[in-house]
């Protein structure tokens, strides 16, 4: 038995996220298939995010139990000669028996992009958020409320409702905001995130930004954990999972 782990990136458009579902395409499940041609395996693919739908990923890490016989570096090559263009396996290696991608993880990089032009991009349409309102953001307001969110918090008002899970309290260790002419990217590296916590603290600093809340309220919408006082949770096609660190 050999634990194979690789670093995929995707194209979250036309997926309903990363995790395996009934009636809808899923990453996990085009991967489990590619996997099941080039070996025979019927395998359980582990990631170690399980990005919602159309949520993209430049370096998601997942891992797979195999007998196969074919050397850990050649999956990568095997599996994209079967896998739709819009899932690529970047890397493949052999991991520690012991080795699982997701409770291994010990950090997370998230990116979003915003576009504040005029009028939204043609190209870059199904990877960046469109803000009507951009040419009014005030990048220091939204670089101050950003700061706020660094550190240790209970970040319950920034979880879906809905969510199922006790401990809310998350480490946020750096959030960077770069301007590039009329894209905005916010870069957000944490020991973990809960669901839709990324997008909703986006929304939150885009509100900030443009006024709809004030900048110096975060810390108490952050201590009163209610949801309703954040701002909107910002569309998932500009989100990006970026790197998984061990």
Known sequence: MRNIRIIVEYDG???????????????????????????????????AGRTDAGVHARGQTANFITNSRIPSEKFAW???SVLKDDIVIKE???????????????SK???????????????????????????????KEMKKAAAHFVGT??????MAAGST????????YSIEVQEDGDYIKISY???????NMVRIITG???YASIGKIKTEDIPDIIRKGSRELAGITVPAHGLCLEKVYY
């Open 204 to 206: 939150t600093i885009l």
């Open 189 to 195: 590296h944490g020991n973990g995130f809960l669901y």
């Open 165 to 172: 899970v006790l401990n809310t309290v998350r480490t946020i």
């Open 109 to 139: 990089i998230y990116s979003y992009v915003i576009h504040r032009g005029l009028f939204p991009p043609a190209i870059m349409r199904s990877y960046v958020y469109h803000v009507n309102c951009g040419r009014h953001m005030n990048m």
């Open 13 to 47: 458009t036309n997926y309903k996220g990363w995790q395996m579902q009934k009636n809808a395409p899923s990453i996990q499940e085009e991967i489990e298939n590619a996997i099941l041609k080039i070996t025979g395996e019927d395998v359980n693919l582990i990631g």
């Open 78 to 80: 095997a599996l994209n």
């Open 153 to 158: 918090h209970d970040f319950k008002s920034c």
């Open 92 to 106: 493949s290696a052999e991991a520690a028996e012991s080795f699982h991608s997701r409770y291994d993880a010990k």
